[in-house]
């Protein structure tokens, strides 16, 4: 019995020096980005030595894929929650696409942290090829929801996957218009104009 509580207790430790690099690293990774932290800059700002680091995870690769994974796991939790209030299967796609959009409407950094964008600008980046798979898979299960309501109003599986695709193209357009205020050149409202694509894109799935 003792033992067991020792192991618990260990964990419990483990798991909260494992929260609080996480943490750090995020505070990290959203002034710098991929390219411009660092194990020892995460470890400061966390507070341990970066042999502390290790033992938790191997590269800040690791640690950037695991922030992305908490990050992606939220979202996802945001959008069920929000179709799970729905009825109908045009309400369920609404409520899908405008949860993803407000996700990171409210969270900028999500999305800075998503397409590596606050340091280094536009090019490429990756995790590694297996970290990479894991991501985007995570993701797209994210926004089956979104798929799945396309499918019970009448679209076959290929159109309602290239709906979710266009529907996660258009919000990011409208979220970086957004975040950066470029969106005031046109005076309008990201919000409305994602909700009127939205609008559009269930009639012409109703009429169709």
């Known amino acids: ?28 990774f959203e002034q710098e ?3 411009g932290a660092s194990l020892r800059a995460i470890a400061a700002e966390a507070g341990y030595t ?19 994974r908490v990050s992606v796991a939220r979202l996802r939790e945001e959008i069920e929650r929000a ?3 729905t009825r109908s299967p045009a309400e369920k796609l609404r409520a899908a696409a405008m ?4 996700f990171y409407a409210s969270n900028p950094r999500d999305l800075d942290l998503g397409f590596y ?3 280094g600008g536009m090019k490429p980046h990756g995790l590694g090829k297996e970290r990479d798979k894991q991501l985007n898979a995570a993701l797209a299960s994210a926004l089956q929801s979104i798929s799945d309501a396309a499918e019970e109003l009448g679209a076959k599986k290929e159109e309602a996957r290239m709906l979710t695709v266009d ?17 005031r050149m046109f005076g309008a409202s990201a919000r409305d104009l994602m909700a009127r694509y939205i609008a559009d894109r269930i009639d012409q799935l109703k009429s169709g």
């Open 33 to 35: 980005g991929l390219d």
């Open 167 to 183: 529907t996660f193209a258009h919000a990011a357009g409208l979220l970086l218009l957004a975040h950066t205020h470029r969106i």
């Open 83 to 85: 179709v799970a209030k």
């Open 117 to 119: 964008l606050f340091r």
């Open 50 to 68: 970066p042999a502390a680091l290790y033992f938790h995870f191997d590269s800040k690769e690791a640690i950037y894929a695991e922030v992305l």
């Open 1 to 28: 019995m003792a033992g067991a509580q020792r192991l618990e207790r260990k964990q419990a430790v483990s798991d909260h020096k494992r929260s609080l690099i996480l943490d750090a690293a995020r505070r990290v």
């Open 99 to 102: 949860a993803f959009f407000d």
